[in-house]
């Protein structure tokens, strides 16, 4: 099933691919909105149903971080894990911290580069701004982040325990959002190594 899964993902990228950057583009604009409104709806719909927990959340996110112990712990024991986390985080929280963002920028049409500028720096408030910290908010107020879970299971789990949906059905949405983020993350990556070629 993986293996058959995997040739039809990329039988549909190369037939993306073969159309260049506007078929690219026509792909990409369909697919990212649906997946972010869809991710940022359950998200809400997480943080809108335990909404009675909201404050206390704040409260242990802004206690975590000014707390003394965490300070010390932080300064002694982890600084340099905390440091190494902290930069692959905004590292791959979005394209700008890596710096490839402007390589699809460049290809815009637009009629002044500050419109596209402005294009650039929206996408990176939406990712990291809105859609990491409704992550963060559906995982504390779920407190599926101290369960003993790591990565995408935390998310997955978060989901599960704040939707009065089935635990199964929550899991296949998340896992959709999650394949059109690959896809799409494919596509544009193709793309920079083409033009990357190119350059060379």
Not at 28 to 35: I, N
Not at 105 to 111: I, L, S, T
Not at 173 to 199: D, H, K
């Amino acid at each position: 099933l993986n293996l058959v899964l995997g040739i039809v993902i990329m039988l549909l990228v190369g037939m993306v691919l073969l159309g260049g950057i506007k078929r690219i583009g026509s792909v990409s604009e369909k697919l990212v909105p649906f997946m972010a409104l869809l991710y940022i709806v359950l998200a809400i719909g997480v943080v809108v149903l335990n909404f009675e927990r909201v404050p206390a959340v704040f409260h242990d996110i802004v206690y975590g971080a000014f707390n003394p112990a965490a300070v010390t712990g932080g300064v002694i024991g982890s600084f340099f894990l905390s440091l190494k986390k902290g930069v692959s985080r905004g590292i791959f929280s979005n394209e700008a911290g890596l710096g490839s963002a402007p390589i699809a920028a460049a290809a815009a049409v637009a009629d002044a580069p500050a419109q596209q500028g402005l294009i650039s720096m929206m996408g990176t408030f939406i990712d990291t701004i809105v859609i990491c910290t409704m992550t963060g908010l559906t995982i504390v107020i779920t407190g599926s982040w101290n369960i003993g879970l790591e990565g995408v299971s935390v998310t997955t789990r978060a989901f599960q325990m704040g939707l009065p949906l089935p635990a199964q059905f929550s899991s296949f949405i998340l896992m959709l959002c999650l394949v059109f983020f690959a896809f799409t993350t494919i596509l544009g990556w193709n793309y920079y190594s083409e033009r990357c070629l190119e350059y060379i």
